[in-house]
Protein backbone atom coordinates (compact mmCIF):
# COMPACT_ATOMS: atom_id res chain seq x y z
CA UNK A 1 0.00 0.00 0.00
CA UNK A 2 1.53 3.58 -0.88
CA UNK A 3 0.34 6.82 1.01
CA UNK A 4 0.75 10.28 -0.66
CA UNK A 5 1.24 12.42 2.14
CA UNK A 6 0.48 16.49 2.06
CA UNK A 7 3.69 17.72 1.23
CA UNK A 8 5.25 15.01 -0.54
CA UNK A 9 5.32 11.96 1.39
CA UNK A 10 5.40 8.94 -0.22
CA UNK A 11 6.25 5.45 1.30
CA UNK A 12 5.84 2.41 -0.34
CA UNK A 13 8.39 0.71 1.61
CA UNK A 14 7.68 -2.59 3.06
CA UNK A 15 6.84 -0.59 6.54
CA UNK A 16 3.79 0.89 5.14
CA UNK A 17 1.32 -1.50 7.41
CA UNK A 18 2.95 -0.36 10.43
CA UNK A 19 2.60 3.77 9.29
CA UNK A 20 -0.53 2.79 8.67
CA UNK A 21 -1.38 1.55 12.31
CA UNK A 22 0.66 4.40 13.49
CA UNK A 23 -1.37 6.71 11.79
CA UNK A 24 -4.68 4.70 13.06
CA UNK A 25 -3.11 5.13 16.95
CA UNK A 26 -1.91 0.96 16.33
CA UNK A 27 1.70 0.15 17.11
CA UNK A 28 4.80 0.91 15.55
CA UNK A 29 7.60 -1.29 15.88
CA UNK A 30 5.95 -2.27 19.77
CA UNK A 31 5.21 1.36 21.09
CA UNK A 32 1.78 2.78 20.87
CA UNK A 33 1.79 6.09 18.79
CA UNK A 34 -0.67 8.45 16.93
CA UNK A 35 -0.43 11.22 14.23
CA UNK A 36 1.93 12.91 16.52
CA UNK A 37 4.44 9.95 15.47
CA UNK A 38 3.52 9.97 12.34
CA UNK A 39 2.29 13.42 10.66
CA UNK A 40 1.33 13.06 7.41
CA UNK A 41 2.63 9.75 6.85
CA UNK A 42 6.63 11.12 7.96
CA UNK A 43 7.20 8.54 11.01
CA UNK A 44 9.32 10.66 14.00
CA UNK A 45 11.64 9.04 16.28
CA UNK A 46 12.14 10.47 19.66
CA UNK A 47 11.60 7.50 22.06
CA UNK A 48 12.18 9.85 25.19
CA UNK A 49 9.25 11.65 24.18
CA UNK A 50 7.18 8.45 23.54
CA UNK A 51 7.61 8.29 19.87
CA UNK A 52 9.39 4.59 18.92
CA UNK A 53 13.07 3.83 17.50
CA UNK A 54 12.97 2.49 14.09
CA UNK A 55 15.09 0.15 13.22
CA UNK A 56 16.88 -0.30 9.20
CA UNK A 57 14.68 -2.67 8.12
CA UNK A 58 11.66 -0.58 9.26
CA UNK A 59 13.42 2.67 7.93
CA UNK A 60 15.59 1.76 5.02
CA UNK A 61 18.05 4.12 3.33
CA UNK A 62 19.36 6.66 6.01
CA UNK A 63 17.15 5.72 8.84
CA UNK A 64 15.68 7.74 11.44
CA UNK A 65 17.95 10.03 12.10
CA UNK A 66 19.77 13.40 11.61
CA UNK A 67 17.52 16.03 12.98
CA UNK A 68 19.46 18.93 14.63
CA UNK A 69 18.43 21.88 16.38
CA UNK A 70 18.59 25.20 14.01
CA UNK A 71 21.33 26.28 15.87
CA UNK A 72 23.90 23.76 14.54
CA UNK A 73 23.49 21.77 18.29
CA UNK A 74 22.69 17.75 17.64
CA UNK A 75 19.72 16.11 19.16
CA UNK A 76 18.85 12.06 19.48
CA UNK A 77 15.44 12.75 17.60
CA UNK A 78 15.06 11.71 14.33
CA UNK A 79 13.18 11.60 11.26
CA UNK A 80 12.19 8.71 8.42
CA UNK A 81 13.56 9.97 5.79
CA UNK A 82 12.46 7.53 3.19
CA UNK A 83 8.79 8.40 4.03
CA UNK A 84 8.96 11.61 1.88
CA UNK A 85 9.05 11.13 -1.62
CA UNK A 86 12.24 13.87 -2.16
CA UNK A 87 13.84 11.72 1.05
CA UNK A 88 14.69 15.08 3.09
CA UNK A 89 16.98 16.16 0.21
CA UNK A 90 15.15 19.44 -0.74
CA UNK A 91 16.52 22.73 0.31
CA UNK A 92 14.69 25.35 2.72
CA UNK A 93 15.43 27.74 0.15
CA UNK A 94 12.42 26.16 -2.36
CA UNK A 95 9.93 24.85 0.26
CA UNK A 96 6.58 24.46 -1.43
CA UNK A 97 3.37 25.63 -0.30
CA UNK A 98 2.58 23.93 2.85
CA UNK A 99 5.58 22.89 4.18
CA UNK A 100 8.13 24.05 6.54
CA UNK A 101 11.89 23.82 7.12
CA UNK A 102 13.68 20.81 9.73
CA UNK A 103 17.32 20.68 10.55
CA UNK A 104 19.30 18.16 9.07
CA UNK A 105 22.77 17.79 9.89
CA UNK A 106 24.10 21.42 8.56
CA UNK A 107 21.36 22.12 6.03
CA UNK A 108 17.54 22.73 6.99
CA UNK A 109 14.96 20.69 4.70
CA UNK A 110 11.87 20.89 3.73
CA UNK A 111 9.11 19.00 5.27
CA UNK A 112 5.25 18.78 5.92
CA UNK A 113 4.35 21.60 7.97
CA UNK A 114 2.57 19.09 9.70
CA UNK A 115 5.71 17.71 11.07
CA UNK A 116 7.31 20.80 12.19
CA UNK A 117 4.19 20.58 14.33
CA UNK A 118 4.31 17.68 16.05
CA UNK A 119 8.20 17.93 16.87
CA UNK A 120 6.92 21.34 18.69
CA UNK A 121 3.55 19.40 20.02
CA UNK A 122 6.38 16.95 21.09
CA UNK A 123 8.28 19.51 23.30
CA UNK A 124 11.09 19.47 20.66
CA UNK A 125 11.17 23.06 19.89
CA UNK A 126 14.41 24.03 18.73
CA UNK A 127 14.47 21.73 15.56
CA UNK A 128 12.58 23.62 12.82
CA UNK A 129 11.64 27.28 10.92
CA UNK A 130 8.74 28.29 9.03
CA UNK A 131 9.52 28.60 5.23
CA UNK A 132 10.56 32.36 5.26
CA UNK A 133 13.22 31.25 7.76
CA UNK A 134 11.45 32.68 10.82
CA UNK A 135 12.03 29.85 13.95
CA UNK A 136 9.03 27.64 14.12
CA UNK A 137 6.69 28.55 16.97
CA UNK A 138 4.05 27.10 16.89
CA UNK A 139 1.95 29.22 14.85
CA UNK A 140 -0.30 27.38 12.20
CA UNK A 141 0.15 28.57 8.54
CA UNK A 142 -2.54 31.35 7.51
CA UNK A 143 -4.98 30.83 5.09
CA UNK A 144 -4.73 31.97 1.48
CA UNK A 145 -4.73 35.04 0.84
CA UNK A 146 -8.26 35.99 -0.16
CA UNK A 147 -6.63 39.61 -2.19
CA UNK A 148 -3.48 39.85 -3.98
CA UNK A 149 -1.38 42.66 -2.66
CA UNK A 150 0.35 42.75 -6.45
CA UNK A 151 -0.17 42.17 -9.68
CA UNK A 152 -2.30 38.46 -9.67
CA UNK A 153 -1.55 35.82 -11.77
CA UNK A 154 2.05 37.43 -13.16
CA UNK A 155 3.96 34.65 -11.83
CA UNK A 156 5.63 36.68 -8.90
CA UNK A 157 3.56 36.08 -6.16
CA UNK A 158 0.99 33.14 -5.79
CA UNK A 159 -1.79 31.69 -3.13
CA UNK A 160 -4.91 32.15 -2.33
CA UNK A 161 -6.21 35.96 -4.76
CA UNK A 162 -2.28 35.75 -6.24
CA UNK A 163 -3.32 32.49 -7.95
CA UNK A 164 -0.58 29.63 -8.96
CA UNK A 165 2.53 30.01 -10.15
CA UNK A 166 3.01 30.23 -14.38
CA UNK A 167 4.27 26.63 -14.16
CA UNK A 168 2.52 25.32 -11.38
CA UNK A 169 4.16 22.11 -11.84
CA UNK A 170 7.31 22.74 -12.00
CA UNK A 171 7.28 26.31 -9.91
CA UNK A 172 7.12 26.14 -6.27
CA UNK A 173 5.21 28.45 -4.29
CA UNK A 174 7.66 29.50 -1.64
CA UNK A 175 7.52 31.09 2.37
CA UNK A 176 3.99 31.13 3.08
CA UNK A 177 4.06 31.49 6.94
CA UNK A 178 2.85 33.72 9.43
CA UNK A 179 4.33 36.75 8.78
CA UNK A 180 4.28 35.55 5.15
CA UNK A 181 1.00 35.05 4.25
CA UNK A 182 1.83 35.39 0.23
CA UNK A 183 3.76 33.26 -1.30
CA UNK A 184 6.81 33.42 -4.00
CA UNK A 185 6.91 32.02 -7.25
CA UNK A 186 10.16 30.59 -6.78
CA UNK A 187 12.32 31.59 -10.85
CA UNK A 188 13.21 28.95 -12.81
CA UNK A 189 15.60 29.11 -16.19
CA UNK A 190 13.99 28.04 -18.73
CA UNK A 191 15.96 25.02 -19.63
CA UNK A 192 15.21 23.96 -16.33
CA UNK A 193 13.82 20.31 -15.65
CA UNK A 194 10.11 21.27 -14.63
CA UNK A 195 9.60 18.46 -11.84
CA UNK A 196 13.06 18.96 -9.94
CA UNK A 197 13.25 21.63 -7.23
CA UNK A 198 16.76 20.62 -7.54
CA UNK A 199 16.82 23.25 -11.03
CA UNK A 200 15.65 26.24 -8.33
CA UNK A 201 18.59 28.74 -8.51
CA UNK A 202 19.82 29.30 -5.08
CA UNK A 203 21.85 31.55 -3.56
CA UNK A 204 23.85 32.34 0.05
CA UNK A 205 25.73 34.84 1.56
CA UNK A 206 26.70 36.60 4.54
CA UNK A 207 28.96 39.54 5.72
CA UNK A 208 32.11 38.05 4.38
CA UNK A 209 30.29 37.53 0.78
CA UNK A 210 28.37 34.70 -1.32
CA UNK A 211 28.72 31.04 -0.22
CA UNK A 212 26.71 30.17 -3.23
CA UNK A 213 25.90 33.04 -5.75
CA UNK A 214 23.30 33.22 -8.23
CA UNK A 215 24.81 31.58 -11.60
CA UNK A 216 25.96 33.57 -14.07
CA UNK A 217 23.43 33.08 -16.89
CA UNK A 218 21.14 34.96 -17.91
CA UNK A 219 23.27 38.10 -16.49
CA UNK A 220 22.49 40.46 -13.61
CA UNK A 221 20.32 37.61 -11.24
CA UNK A 222 19.58 39.02 -7.39
CA UNK A 223 19.37 37.24 -4.69
CA UNK A 224 16.01 37.18 -3.11
CA UNK A 225 15.63 37.14 0.89
CA UNK A 226 12.39 36.87 2.64
CA UNK A 227 12.69 39.13 5.63
CA UNK A 228 12.73 38.61 9.06
CA UNK A 229 12.16 40.61 12.19
CA UNK A 230 15.18 38.68 14.33
CA UNK A 231 18.49 39.39 13.97
CA UNK A 232 19.24 35.57 13.94
CA UNK A 233 16.38 34.91 11.48
CA UNK A 234 17.63 37.12 9.41
CA UNK A 235 21.00 35.80 8.94
CA UNK A 236 19.68 32.47 8.20
CA UNK A 237 17.21 34.06 5.69
CA UNK A 238 20.82 34.74 3.71
CA UNK A 239 21.78 31.49 3.99
CA UNK A 240 18.38 30.16 1.51
CA UNK A 241 17.84 32.47 -0.94
CA UNK A 242 16.23 32.38 -4.30
CA UNK A 243 17.81 33.75 -7.66
CA UNK A 244 15.58 35.67 -9.79
CA UNK A 245 16.10 38.79 -12.50
CA UNK A 246 16.11 42.17 -10.69
CA UNK A 247 12.29 43.03 -12.42
CA UNK A 248 10.89 40.37 -10.83
CA UNK A 249 12.39 40.96 -7.15
CA UNK A 250 11.70 44.53 -7.67
CA UNK A 251 7.72 43.49 -7.75
CA UNK A 252 8.08 41.11 -4.81
CA UNK A 253 10.23 43.83 -2.78
CA UNK A 254 7.54 46.41 -3.34
CA UNK A 255 4.59 44.19 -2.40
CA UNK A 256 5.02 41.17 -0.12
CA UNK A 257 3.77 41.89 3.44
CA UNK A 258 6.03 40.91 6.08
CA UNK A 259 8.90 42.10 3.46
CA UNK A 260 11.20 41.23 1.25
CA UNK A 261 15.00 42.06 0.04
CA UNK A 262 17.12 41.69 -3.27
CA UNK A 263 20.99 41.92 -3.07
CA UNK A 264 23.58 42.26 -5.88
CA UNK A 265 26.40 39.98 -6.55
CA UNK A 266 28.69 41.82 -4.15
CA UNK A 267 25.70 41.13 -1.51
CA UNK A 268 24.26 45.18 -1.49
CA UNK A 269 20.87 45.52 -1.11
CA UNK A 270 19.04 47.11 -4.06
CA UNK A 271 15.22 46.73 -3.21
CA UNK A 272 13.07 45.93 -0.36
CA UNK A 273 14.27 45.72 3.19
Not at 77 to 96: E, F, I, M, P, T
Not at 214 to 225: M, S
Not at 251 to 269: M, V, W
Request: with cysteine.
Amino acid sequence: MATQACGGALSTSPADAGQDAARDGGTLDGATSGNRCAPDGVRICAPQDGCPDLTGSSCPGAGCKDVSAVDGGTTSDGVCWSDLQDLGDVSCAACNDGQSCIGRGAELRCVPNDVCRAFWDLGIRDVCTYADKHAYDGRPLPPEPSSCPGPAGEGDLCGGACGACRNDEAQRCVGRSPDHPTGVCAWLPAAADPPDPSTIPTCAFSATGYAVACPPAPAGLVCGVFAATGSADAALSKQYGLCMPPDMCQTIANALPGGFGCYSAEGALVAGR
